[in-house]
C-alpha cells in the first residue's frame, strides 16, 4: 500500500504506538484520512487486548464525525465497526487464505475486483452496524469487505498483505493459529493475484477517499 500511495505523492505518516515515545494521534488536525492497521495476535474482546484500543476507538470515531475516510485493516477493521455503532464478537486467532467475491458491482466505486484472494491473520471479528454495506464475502469467512457510512472501509485481510509480514507476525509471538504452515504455502502461491488485486483495490480507494482532488 505504500508503494501505491508514494506512487501518487499522497503523503503519510506512521503513529507507532507499541515503541517508546510512540503515540495515537489525539484527533484528524492536519490529516485527511485514517488507516487503522492489524495487529495479529492481538484482539479486541479476547486474548491479549490491544494497549492502544482505547485510543484508536475516540480517534476513529473522531475521523468518522468529521466525514474523513477511515480504512481499518485486520484489527483495525473490528475497530472501525465498533466505532461507527457496531460492535466485536470474540473469535480465536486465526489464519486462513481463501477467495473473496465482490458483491457490489460498484464497490470502491466500481475497481473492486470479482474475484481475488484474501489472507486473513487476526483475532475475533467485526459485528456490522445497522446500515453497512458488505462489499465481499470469503469462502468460509463470510464479510471480508464491508463498508461504514459514506467514509468507512473495512478489510479483514491485508489487501497488500505479503509472506514475509505473517512471518514477522509468528516469530513475535508465541500464540499461533492452526494451520500456520499450510496457510503460509497456500499464501505463497496466490502472492502474485494479491499484488495484482491491490493495484485496483488501490485505486478504488484512493478515489473513494479524494486523496488526489484538491476538496471531498
Not at 492502544?52 to 466525514?67: N, W, Y
Not at 499484488?195 to 478504488?204: F, S
Request: cysteine-free; overall charge negative; glycine content about 12%.
Amino acid at each position: 500500500m505504500e508503494d501505491h500511495l508514494e506512487s501518487r505523492a499522497i503523503r503519510f505518516h506512521y503513529s507507532r504506538p507499541f515503541v517508546p515515545g510512540g503515540r495515537v494521534p489525539q484527533d484528524a488536525h492536519e490529516y485527511d484520512g485514517l488507516i487503522l492497521l492489524g495487529a495479529g495476535p492481538l484482539g479486541v474482546v479476547s486474548g491479549p487486548l490491544l494497549p492502544s484500543l482505547a485510543a484508536e476507538l475516540r480517534l476513529a470515531e473522531h475521523f468518522l464525525k468529521q466525514r474523513l475516510p477511515v480504512i481499518g485493516i485486520g484489527l483495525g477493521a473490528v475497530i472501525l465497526a465498533v466505532a461507527s455503532g457496531g460492535g466485536a464478537a470474540e473469535e480465536p486467532l486465526r489464519f486462513s487464505v481463501e477467495m473473496a467475491r465482490r458483491t457490489a458491482a460498484d464497490a470502491l466505486g466500481g475497481d473492486m475486483p470479482e474475484g481475488f484472494p484474501v489472507a486473513i491473520y487476526m483475532r475475533d471479528r467485526p459485528v456490522l452496524p445497522a446500515g453497512a454495506q458488505v462489499l465481499a464475502t470469503g469462502e468460509t469467512s463470510g464479510p471480508v469487505v464491508f463498508q461504514v457510512g459514506e467514509t468507512g472501509v473495512g478489510f479483514l485481510g491485508h489487501p497488500g498483505i505479503k509472506v514475509a509480514m505473517v512471518e514477522d507476525l509468528i516469530m513475535a509471538s508465541d500464540d499461533l493459529p492452526e494451520g500456520t504452515a499450510e496457510g503460509l504455502a497456500e499464501l505463497r502461491k496466490v502472492q502474485p493475484e494479491i499484488a495484482q488485486a491491490l493495484t485496483q483495490i488501490m485505486v478504488g480507494l484512493v478515489g473513494q477517499a479524494h486523496w488526489m482532488s484538491s476538496a471531498p
